[in-house]
């Protein structure tokens, strides 16, 4: 007879990489991640818009629409990559459900912003996600199903790193454009994600899920890949309430 | 950046980047002496320190944990929960109900 259990993340506790090694990949990560919003300036058509001096309020009130939409639905496969987590390690899952536990409502910081900006709750509800919101949410299922969560998680570091680094930027941008009265929510959110040191946190998760040096590749692949698909939605969103517009008047 | 973090009363040195968890201090001693460390939560009480230098060096005190540590007995600032502490510099520990 011998002992069927498994999966229960206790098999090895010991994280792959010790702290310092793990401050040397972190490193090496965010140079990554720098080199990626260097290009993403570059390719990304209205990639600056939301930190330039005027902004298209139709382009803003979408932005603000698909964002809530990809917290409402993301948190869903996020929730589901807590089970994987625990799977593979209890400590990484206990960081993913606290990170988790902050970020789970803050969808409704979006919403009120967008109150602010003049879109009622019902018509947001009344608003399907663009298709390029909806790849982004069967990625991650993807994801969960055949690589497992380290993927998802990976978005949450790339996401959180440009927030910390960007957003500043953005909000003292959107205070002179929007008007600092109307972007309340979006400043509530970057005071979590920077006072709470979320990059930091899900960096710590992320430690936990690197088991050997192929994770290693495949979180730097991770990167590269949601780079894209976010690239997707920012098209999308060009070229629904800018491109379009372009078109007609010419 | 690396701190040392001094472990009595073996006097075993670690040594952490900034703004490392104090939890870390499991991995880096395997087979030593340790901390012990339960729900890392700041809930279960397990891994109450004394801090013997660098009190200021281990991240804010919130308030549930300074009134967690009083009932635990371990009332004043020298006493953490090692679960809730961050490398900010260097400094030396000792789990607080330690006996020789």
């Known amino acids: 007879m011998f002992n069927r259990v498994k999966n229960v993340g206790f098999e090895n506790r010991m994280p792959y990489l010790n702290a310092l090694a793990s401050e040397k990949l972190r490193f090496e990560v965010d140079t990554i991640i720098d080199g990626q919003i260097e290009r993403w300036y570059e390719t990304v058509p209205y990639a600056a818009h939301l930190e330039g001096k005027t902004v298209d309020s139709e382009y803003y009130r979408r932005h603000l629409i698909e964002t809530a939409w990809r917290i409402r639905l993301l948190r869903v496969s996020e929730s589901k990559a807590l089970a994987e987590i625990a799977k593979r390690s209890p400590e990484a899952a206990q960081i993913w459900a606290n990170y988790e536990r902050e970020e789970m409502l803050h969808d409704e910081l979006f919403i009120q912003d967008l109150v602010r900006a003049g879109v009622s709750r019902e018509q947001f509800l009344a608003t399907e996600p663009y298709l390029s919101t909806k790849l982004l949410t069967g990625y991650f299922s993807y994801l969960l199903d055949h690589e497992g969560p380290l993927g998802v998680v990976a978005y949450s570091y790339l996401v959180e790193y440009v927030n910390v680094k960007l957003e500043p930027k953005k909000i003292q941008a959107l205070k002179e454009s929007v008007g600092e009265n109307n972007i309340g929510g979006q400043i509530s959110h970057s005071h979590t994600d920077i006072n709470d040191d979320h990059p930091g946190e899900v960096w710590a998760a992320i430690r936990f899920l690197l088991r050997n040096d192929d994770d290693i590749q495949s979180l730097k692949r991770y990167l590269a890949e949601h780079q894209s698909v976010l690239a997707l939605y920012f098209k999308e969103l060009y070229e629904d309430k800018i491109g379009s517009t372009l078109q007609k008047a010419a | ?100």
């Open chain 2, 1 to 100: 950046m690396l701190f040392k973090v001094t472990l009595m009363p073996h006097k075993t040195e670690v040594w952490l980047p900034a703004n490392a968890p104090l939890t870390d201090l499991e991995y880096e001693l395997i087979g030593k002496l340790s901390i012990p460390f339960g729900c890392r939560a700041g809930a279960c009480g397990v891994c109450a320190i004394e801090v013997i230098e660098g009190i200021n060096d281990l991240g804010e005190k919130e308030a549930n944990e300074a009134s967690f540590l009083e009932e635990l007995g371990y009332a004043g600032d020298r006493y953490r929960l090692a679960c809730q502490c961050r490398v900010l510099g260097e400094t030396t520990i000792r789990v607080a109900d330690y006996t020789e």
